[in-house]
């Protein structure tokens, strides 16, 4: 099993910044894609950014230019940069991982941009 832990929610302004950080920690031999979703309210979950092992990255349209995603392999974390944050930004934020092939999903932490 393993277990993931959110931090960094919180309130922004539009064109504001906020970074997201998600901690794996249990049964841990290989993780393969790590990664963020997001759900908006009335909206399905959607993917935000992943990141597999070897650094390749994969952006949502919405958010390329705009958030970066980054992984510390040794520390089994992933991180989520969010510049230049819009009111459609706001959603729960999902950490996801993918660990041989098993897949589990943080608990969520809101992300919330108002003017």
């Known amino acids: 099993q393993v277990q993931l832990v959110e931090s960094g929610g919180g309130l922004v302004q539009p064109g504001g910044s906020l970074g997201l950080s998600c901690s794996a920690s249990g049964v841990i031999l290989s993780i393969y894609t790590m990664g963020w979703y997001r759900q908006a309210p009335g909206k399905q979950r959607e993917l935000v950014a992943v990141?597999?092992?070897?650094?390749?990255?994969n952006y949502a349209d919405s958010v390329k230019g705009r958030f970066t995603i980054s992984r510390d392999n040794a520390k089994n974390m992933v991180d989520l940069q969010m510049n230049s944050v819009k009111p459609e930004d706001t959603a729960v934020y999902y950490c996801?991982?993918?660990?041989?092939?098993?897949?589990?999903w943080g608990k969520g932490t809101l992300v919330t941009v108002f003017s």
């Open positions: 990141i597999i092992r070897d650094g390749t990255t």
């Open positions: 996801y991982v993918n660990e041989r092939g098993n897949v589990y």
